[in-house]
């Protein structure tokens, strides 16, 4: 039956349990994650008495955790975007300035050593300057080596950072299902939910966030089932499953992050796109393997051209030009799964076709098929694989070997171990090939007033490009060469001999003679050289569309907006993130004047209902003693 001192009794517990709550709140004001917390109240069920119903106090029918699931989704989602463009943003901002800027750059580099290879045009007989040309390639060759190097450095520190990574999303996800068993135990217990422990799980899903895309269900029972990738489970009840790292198909020292089964593991790479994971994979993917493949791209480009150039033309020596620079072929690499011997050797067929992509080379059993490897998507190629008939894709030839079992990969890397492989090859100065390889000379006892031009050279692989040949004119419209045919003449038309094209303009008379000869001992001769210089810019990639000047001008341009793309994507979701934050703290946070309040508010509270038991007190006194009389 309800009385005035167990009414009173139930209300200062009752208050007690808001001051303690409050209390709570007060002393986690500063700690991450915490949300705020009420007391709420609820009358306790009258009882019946002769003329009606009479209350029975109080009491606390739930200690409420103030939280908005809508709000705290919205936190996780902007928290993982923030992530994902905090790691890109630091990696791009690095490659923008390690391309871009004039220290560390190609650019300035590139320009010295061709303003050097000028200078030997204007003066070809001077070994100084010669000499000084050998030093501009070696610095050009390091700052090629020294780049590709802090690519390298790059792509190792982002394996690492994705180790550190799965490291730490295994234990989240460990301390999220410990939390779920605990949750549930404690909801199992008593009916209420543990508040607490909530909050640090939602902490932790937070931190889970910031590192990978996570999607999140709970459960009837209390407990909240992770989700990553394409629905793969990390968290379900009390287990968590477990994320891996491992060397790639082929690359062991290049990392990818796998999901661990009973089955095995499954590489997730491409399915996770947010959070930091999604970063580093977004920046590997689509801005440092481009990079380094457009860098090793132009250094094919100086190397094979300009060896090309300079073997049109002839040395100090009187020899014809010879390599200037070294260079690799395109790197061949083998799939760890394979299990048949197939072998493969790739070669530059064609220049102005390379892409400087990588491709995967497949095994059906039958033929070899060719994919892009960042796309998958089918490269057309021609030719059976052999010596005499190689398989001819995107400008390179590929001959293939050994014995391939069905299924069997092999990946080309067509130009991204070019930067890594440029070397320079000619030791001797005087080996620059500075003058053209032939040269023309009209006789002097001419009678017509015929001139002839300097040579072009139009096939430097003519094996009688340095014979002596003879142009004799038989009449003023037809000559022979050395004595034979009869072929018609126009003026100023273009005329090939021996691999050299030269044109005679004027009117020759019948007996006229113009000679074709070796250019031997001309060292004066600078006109190889200026076709060296020019080399920079000459079409040459892309169809014979790109010089080497844009090639690298197009690698810094694609970097540089790439880069301040992510820095304004970057900058969007601070804002989100922080108003997100913002909404969090406000519907959540602990405001320490309304605490205080809330203090004084259960403190008076207390204080009344106290008095209530001290005037029950004194009723009793009072009842004693009246019966005592």
Request: hydrophobic residues 40%.
């Amino acid at each position: 039956m309800p009385n005035i001192l167990s009414t009173s009794l139930t209300g200062m517990l009752a208050f007690q349990r808001a001051l303690e709550t409050t209390g709570h709140n007060i002393a986690n004001a500063n700690t991450p994650g915490y949300s705020r917390q009420v007391t709420e109240f609820s009358a306790r069920p009258g009882q019946g008495v002769y003329n009606g119903y009479i209350g029975s106090g109080t009491q606390v029918s739930s200690i409420k955790r103030i939280y908005d699931d809508i709000i705290g989704g919205q936190l996780q989602t902007s928290t993982s975007s923030h992530a994902r463009f905090a790691a890109l943003n630091d990696l791009a901002s690095r490659l923008d300035t390690l391309i871009a800027d004039p220290s560390s750059g190609l650019n300035n580099q590139l320009q010295s050593f061709f303003n050097s290879v000028q200078d030997i045009a204007n003066d070809p007989s001077s070994l100084p300057t010669r000499a000084a040309l050998l030093g501009e390639a070696d610095s050009l060759v390091l700052r090629f080596s020294e780049m590709d190097r802090q690519f390298a450095d790059l792509d190792a520190e982002i394996s690492q950072r994705l180790a550190a990574a799965v490291t730490d999303i295994n234990q989240l996800s460990t301390s999220i299902a410990d939390l779920n068993d605990r949750i549930t135990l404690g909801q199992a217990a008593n009916g209420q939910s543990p508040n607490d422990l909530l909050d640090q799980r939602d902490l932790l899903l937070r931190d889970l966030a910031a590192l990978v895309p996570v999607d999140s269900v709970q459960q009837s029972d209390g407990s909240m089932n992770v989700f990553i990738g394409n629905g793969q489970t990390l968290v379900i009840g009390s287990e968590a499953r477990q994320l891996t790292t491992q060397g790639s198909e082929f690359d062991p020292t290049r990392l990818e992050v796998a999901y661990r089964t009973s089955a095995g593991t499954s590489v997730m790479d491409n399915r996770l796109t947010g959070g930091q994971l999604g970063g580093l994979l977004e920046f590997r993917n689509q801005m440092l393997d481009p990079a380094r493949q457009a860098l090793g791209q132009t250094a094919q480009a100086v190397a094979v051209t300009f060896n090309e150039q300079n073997a049109a033309g002839m040395d100090l020596y009187g020899n014809m030009g010879g390599d200037f620079f070294g260079i690799g072929d395109p790197g061949v690499t083998y799939s760890n799964r394979n299990s048949g011997s197939g072998t493969a050797e790739a070669t530059i067929a064609d220049l102005g076709a390379v892409t400087g992509r990588d491709y995967i080379l497949t095994y059906d059993g039958a033929a070899y098929s060719m994919l892009r490897a960042d796309t998958g998507a089918a490269v057309s190629m021609s030719g059976t694989g052999t010596v005499g008939d190689p398989l001819i894709a995107d400008g390179l030839s590929i001959v293939t070997g050994g014995a391939p079992a069905a299924g069997d990969r092999i990946m080309i890397k067509s130009s991204t171990n070019g930067a890594e492989t440029i070397t320079r090859s000619m030791n001797d100065a005087q080996q620059i090939a500075m003058a053209g390889p032939t040269r023309t000379l009209a006789s002097l006892s001419n009678t017509g007033n015929g001139s002839i031009s300097a040579t072009d050279i139009v096939d430097r692989n003519d094996p009688a490009l340095l014979n002596t040949a003879v142009i004799q004119f038989t009449g003023p419209a037809t000559y022979s060469v050395n004595g034979a045919g009869s072929f018609a003449y126009v003026s100023g038309e273009p005329i090939v001999v021996n691999g050299s094209r030269f044109a005679i303009s004027g009117t020759p008379q019948a007996g006229d003679e113009f000679t074709l000869e070796a250019n031997t001992g001309a060292s004066g001769d600078n006109r190889n050289g200026l076709l060296l210089a020019n080399v920079q810019a000459q079409g040459i990639l892309n169809g014979g569309t790109v010089s080497i000047n844009d090639s690298y001008g197009q690698l810094i341009g694609q970097v540089g907006s790439a880069t301040r793309q992510v820095q304004m994507n970057f900058d969007a979701q601070s804002v989100v993130k922080a108003n997100a934050e913002a909404s969090q703290l406000a519907k959540s946070g602990v405001n320490l004047d309304e605490e205080a309040a809330n203090l004084l508010k259960y403190q008076q509270a207390y204080q009344a209902v106290a008095h209530v038991v001290s005037v029950a007190n004194s009723m009793f006194d009072t009842l004693i003693n009246a019966t005592r009389r």
